[in-house]
């Protein structure tokens, strides 16, 4: 099965996929082979729990590699528009839930580069798609995956 699925990301996000694939090819690649042939020289195979958890470690390794690349090889990069004055993909957008929520600060990118405790949140989230197109001091009603509404009020975009 071919993955011809775009994967909208950030320069920065392709350039820090490009540093994990390095990563795991020169580095994280070895260190497992590494562990696989200690965990052989301990003998009989199929009770050797060491190593069938080096080969569970190479085979998420191995599939990571090949996420990876194929997102690199489907990469389309979005640049940061001219300042609109909305929320679009690549700007930082700090929100507040109403009516006494605290702020909070995500930066708007693909999923392939999206981690919300890094403040990055993906373009397809609920979140990032009922603010993208809004502007400051905008009201916006979100709804969350468990089918409850918020309101949140967009407080800036950077």
Do not use: H, W
């Amino acid at each position: 099965m071919v993955d011809n699925k775009k994967y909208q990301m950030t320069l920065e996000g392709k350039k820090l996929l490009e540093e994990e694939l390095d990563n795991l090819i020169t580095v994280r690649r070895k260190e497992v082979i590494e562990k696989i042939q200690i965990a052989r020289s301990f003998g009989d195979l199929s009770e050797n729990s060491e190593y069938d958890a080096a080969r569970d470690e190479q085979a998420a390794v191995e599939s990571r590699i090949s996420a990876i690349e194929n997102m690199l090889k489907n990469a389309e990069i979005i640049e940061t528009v001219e300042e609109t004055g909305a929320v679009v993909f690549g700007c930082k957008v700090t929100f507040k839930e109403l009516p006494k929520g605290n702020k909070e600060t995500y930066k708007i990118v693909g999923s392939a580069e999206a981690n919300p405790l890094e403040g990055k949140i993906s373009s397809d989230s609920p979140i990032a798609v009922a603010l993208i197109g809004k502007r400051k001091g905008d009201k916006v009603t979100v709804v969350l995956p468990n089918k409850k509404e918020i309101e949140v009020e967009i407080l800036a975009i950077d």
